[in-house]
């Protein structure tokens, strides 16, 4: 009797086909290698008799590697990865046997099918197979044929036996292009990465990262981080005017106006246009129209856009999805989760794949509708020949899947009815006014029907105040103009859904890989991930990429490796040679890497040097080049330096700086930096420049944004100042915006601070002064289960030293310096380095008092 063995790419997929395929009959046995079962069964193939065996392998048998010498870092040169260096094929994971384990169960086998995963690696792993079975099968009569390949898109009764009864042959050229990739990747990422690693781990120890790493993927995947970085960073916010206009009719509720004009940058321009609008006192209705519109319902879903929105809409990062999505999948939850394709086939079951879903109580009602109503048909999208979409392939409870599992299984439903669903359909009404000639007009949706949103609810047409009725001629009253001042903003950084979508649009990885070049670039801390996974760039993920465009910007560009993925597909597509692919390639690379070589040890690079040396430090960037600036707080005299512009800054001394919010001086753009002298001491914010050139006649040098007279920054003396110090001629206290909750103001001038306001959510210095005093008077919002206000109250506004509700929660003391020198005017001799010995031990109001007297 002859024997048939059957190998799937995953221990769960395995006992899967080999259950239904079986009908429930076969029994198994451990391998052994102890990760892999073996199911055996008796049944019928090519018309007879036979004895199946199903296993499976765990993932990628062989893995490429150098030869032994050529991994030694230290002993080959870089360049030499590139063509002289040989690759040998090496078990992916030594300790699981996995090739003997296939040579024990393929000998004397007579025939060979492959259920490996459906997608070029999948392909690439089925020769791996081969390579290891085909030594030990027995020898074919004559032509017969022995190898066949099972291709199945979920695991489903009916779809595993559609593929058993239809086998095809694996290819040979998708799985020549998987070779290419991985020789491309290893060769060109292992030579930049020792190179780089080496040379600068070699001058500098003080890296935030052991290995410096280079990816042909992974490099332009950080590259899209870093530009959006740098568009934030050098965005300059503009200042615009728009007029507000609000309208009543009878005692209908005023409508707030949008003025058609949109906006305008100049002040007085605006203004012109508010006195126009001013001289009248109605708004007409110019028209009336309603339209009725629709919002699409969705295309049905691929991997790419199952990764943006598990990323933007369910916080779970790409590789998390992907490892979830494949654990549905094994268990016959979901259809396979590798797709690029977004359109069904004519001959897809819809009908059959809702209907599974007619009992859940979360989307029952809709499912039920659609029944008996009747499917709508689904959106034309890209048929891209490789899977069907994303669907449910059966029924699940939350209690089945739990956690994160039911959550992307949960989306794949509904995302699945709304593809069968109808379009959101509703009525948009917009009314234009004139008002003494300006045009204004506003607008409304009203709800016709919610179509596919009642399944996707977070989609729908958000409730509006109804519009008034009202027609042509109509006159409303107008009850208020006036022009509004804003500020355009800078873009966000880039989260991870907008990340895969610039991916996928430049060609950069595959479906499959590029949830791990995200992963690589977090692992390696080039960025971070912040809340609501955005991607923020660290100094050294920066400074690598800039880095990069100084030498070669194509290394970082993806406009290169967009044009390699193109080669890789026709290679998969039998248009290309493999051969040829692979050695123009790497010659294209190594005269990069030579070029990189001979650039970076060059004095035009200095700045690289500089800024890795220091991309783990607080410092700020240079507004003149946009470089980080390297900071010797630790020197005599601490200053900081920028290797782009060849300029040294001073700081004050015997203190500590970092940067400050990334905020920057509105006069220069220079990033303001943070300057304490400790836990107990004073600190305020300053701009590099302006503390070594003055920007104004009454400013000296060494002074900081504590003592600047710019009339409207916020970080300035004029927005931050409280009153006179209550020691030193001429001091301000100054309010420390950065002291919450324990909250502080301090003396300009000299070691006076006043402790004020603990448990604060915040303190703000408002326009208005003290009647008594001519202090500025401050607003304070308190934690609302620690306030000490009377009645409960959280919030008040008064003066410092006058106000009665104030006087328990002011304590006057002396900041402790680090060098008497440090203070300037009679703090230093009335207060010493420590607290003012007499009034410690005064009771508030005594010391309110004293304060008082200075004021009034």
């Not at 025939?111 to 390579?131: A, H, P, R, S, T």
């Not at 059959?352 to 959106?379: D, H, I, M, Y």
């Not at 003494?436 to 409304?444: H, L, M, R, Y």
Request: proline letters at 5%; aromatic letters at 8%; charged letters at 25%.
């Amino acid at each position: 009797m002859k024997t048939v063995l059957m190998v799937a790419e995953k221990p769960s997929l395995a006992q899967s086909i080999a259950k239904i395929l079986s009908k429930g009959n076969c029994s198994s046995r451990k391998g052994l290698n102890g990760a892999c079962s073996v199911h055996e069964y008796m049944g019928t193939f090519s018309g007879q008799s036979v004895r199946f065996k199903m296993t499976s392998v765990c993932g990628h048998v062989m893995s490429l590697d150098f030869i032994g010498k050529y991994n030694n870092w230290d002993k080959v040169d870089p360049a030499e990865l590139f063509t002289k260096a040989p690759t040998e094929k090496k078990e992916a994971n030594p300790k699981l046997n996995m090739v003997k384990f296939l040579q024990v169960e393929g000998k004397g086998c007579d025939y060979v099918v492959l259920w490996l995963d459906c997608d070029k690696e999948g392909e690439n792993i089925c020769f791996e197979v081969l390579d290891a079975i085909e030594p030990v099968m027995n020898r074919p009569y004559g032509s017969e044929r022995t190898v066949y390949r099972a291709k199945f898109s979920s695991i489903t009764d009916t779809d595993i036996w559609a593929a058993m009864n239809k086998l095809g042959e694996p290819n040979r050229n998708e799985a020549l292009s998987v070779d290419a990739r991985q020789e491309l990747d290893l060769r060109i990422g292992c030579a930049f990465t020792r190179f780089q690693t080496k040379y600068f781990q070699g001058k500098y120890g003080n890296l935030d990262s052991s290995l410096i790493s280079f990816g042909p993927c992974q490099t332009p995947t950080l590259g899209f981080c870093v530009e959006r970085h740098d568009k934030i960073q050098s965005f300059k916010p503009e200042t615009y005017w728009v007029i507000q206009a609000k309208v009543f009719k009878g005692k209908e509720s005023p409508l707030t106006l949008d003025w058609d004009r949109v906006r305008v940058f100049d002040r007085e321009v605006g203004q012109m246009f508010v006195n126009m609008t001013k001289t009248s006192r109605e708004a007409k209705v110019e028209s009336v129209s309603k339209k009725e519109k629709a919002k699409q319902r969705p295309l049905a879903l691929n991997t790419v856009e199952m990764l943006r929105v598990a990323s933007s809409s369910l916080g779970m990062g790409p590789q998390h999805t992907m490892q979830i999505a494949e654990r549905l999948y094994t268990q016959g939850y979901i259809s396979y989760p590798r797709t690029e394709t977004n359109h069904y086939h004519d001959n897809f079951d819809l009908k059959g794949t809702l209907r599974q879903q007619a009992n859940n109580p979360f989307w029952a009602q809709e499912v039920k509708a659609l029944l008996s109503e009747g499917l709508n048909r689904p959106r034309k999208g890209a048929d891209a020949g490789d899977h069907p979409p994303i669907t449910p392939m059966r029924a699940a409870s939350e209690g089945e899947l739990g956690g994160d599992g039911w959550r992307l299984y949960e989306y794949i439903v509904r995302h699945f009815i709304a593809t069968v669903s109808q379009d959101c359909k509703y009525l948009q009404t917009t009314i234009s006014f004139t008002i003494a000639s300006e045009g204004f007009s506003c607008s409304g949706k009203t709800l016709i029907s919610p179509g596919f949103t009642e399944v996707m609810p977070w989609l729908g047409i958000p409730l509006e105040e109804a519009m008034p009725v009202c027609e042509r001629g109509d006159v409303f009253t107008v009850e208020e103009i006036k022009l509004v001042e804003r500020q355009t903003s800078p873009p966000d950084y880039l989260t991870e859904a907008d990340l895969i979508t610039l991916m996928e649009k430049h060609g950069i990885g595959t479906d499959a890989s590029i949830p791990v070049h995200i992963n690589n670039i977090s692992q390696r801390n080039y960025v971070t991930v912040e809340n609501g996974r955005k991607l923020k760039p660290t100094n050294l993920g920066i400074v690598l990429v800039h880095g990069y465009y100084k030498t070669d910007a194509e290394l970082v560009l993806p406009t290169i490796r967009g044009a390699v993925e193109k080669q890789l597909n026709l290679i998969a597509q039998g248009k290309a040679n493999y051969q040829q692919v692979l050695q123009h390639t790497l010659d294209i690379f190594k005269r990069k890497f030579h070029y990189f070589f001979d650039t970076i040890a060059s004095e035009t690079l200095k700045y690289f040097v500089f800024c890795l040396l220091y991309s783990g430090t607080n410092c700020p960037r240079s507004a003149n080049c946009t470089l980080m600036m390297d900071c010797f707080s630790q020197a005599k005299p601490s200053r900081l330096h920028c290797a782009g512009c060849d300029e040294t800054y001073s700081l004050p001394q015997n203190g500590a700086i970092k940067l400050y919010k990334e905020l920057r001086c509105p006069l220069d753009e220079f990033e303001l930096v943070l300057w304490t002298s400790g836990s107990r001491g004073k600190s305020y914010p300053l701009c590099p420049y302006c503390f070594s050139n003055p920007p104004f006649r009454d400013m000296k040098k060494g002074m900081g944004c504590n003592e600047c007279t710019h009339p409207s920054c916020q970080h300035s003396l004029n927005s931050l100042g409280i009153g006179q110090c209550v020691e030193c001629e001429g001091g301000v206290l100054v309010l420390d915006p950065t002291s919450g909750p324990k909250w502080k103001m301090a003396c300009n001038r000299c070691n006076v601070m006043v402790h004020f306001f603990e448990h604060a959510h915040r303190v703000q210095v408002t326009q208005e002064s003290c009647e008594a005093c001519e202090a500025s008077l401050v607003a304070v919002d308190f934690n609302k289960t620690r306030s000490p206000l009377p009645d409960g109250e959280t919030q008040h506004s008064g003066c410092v030293f006058c106000d009665p509700v104030f006087q328990d929660l002011v304590e006057l003391k002396h900041a402790t310096m680090r060098h008497p020198s440090m203070t300037r005017g009679g703090g230093a001799r009335r207060g010493g380095r420590g607290r003012g010995r007499g009034r410690r031990e005064k009771k508030p109001k005594d010391k309110m008092a004293a304060l008082a007297a200075y004021f009034v």
